[in-house]
């Protein structure tokens, strides 16, 4: 199985920035998309940005132009680096990975989440 490790939330004011780093280990053959999501206070999750193995992003509309998502392949970290935060951007963020664990198996593993909160 992968275990991802998040770090880098807590608590900033608005227009303030903030990095997320997300390591991925365990039983891995190749790791495919990684990402991030996360969920406000009575919202469901929403993809944040998401990064393929070659680099190809995408983002959120609400994110776009405030934050980038990055990846070191060699070592199996993700990366959100989040500026002109706002108070909507408030929630948990979960990093996602899709991993390749055996020759014939790919699937989905979440991290355990970490809280970011923007104060106005």
């Known amino acids: 199985q992968v275990q991802l490790v998040e770090s880098g939330g807590g608590l900033v004011q608005a227009g303030g920035s903030l990095r997320l780093s997300c390591a991925a280990s365990?039983?891995?053959?190749?790791?495919?998309?990684m990402g991030w999501y996360r969920q406000g206070p009575g919202k469901q999750r929403e993809m944040v940005a998401t990064?393929?193995?070659?680099?190809?992003?995408n983002y959120a509309d609400s994110v776009k132009g405030r934050f980038t998502i990055s990846r070191d392949n060699a070592k199996n970290t993700v990366y959100l680096q989040m500026t002109t935060l706002k108070p909507e951007d408030t929630a948990v963020y979960y990093c996602?990975?899709?991993?390749?664990?055996?020759?014939?198996?790919?699937?989905?593993?979440w991290g355990q989440g970490t809280q970011v909160t923007v104060s106005s």
């Open positions: 990064i393929t193995s070659g680099g190809s992003t």
């Open positions: 996602n990975t899709n991993a390749q664990i055996t020759s014939w198996n790919t699937l989905d593993f």
């Open positions: 365990g039983s891995i053959v190749r790791i495919n998309r």
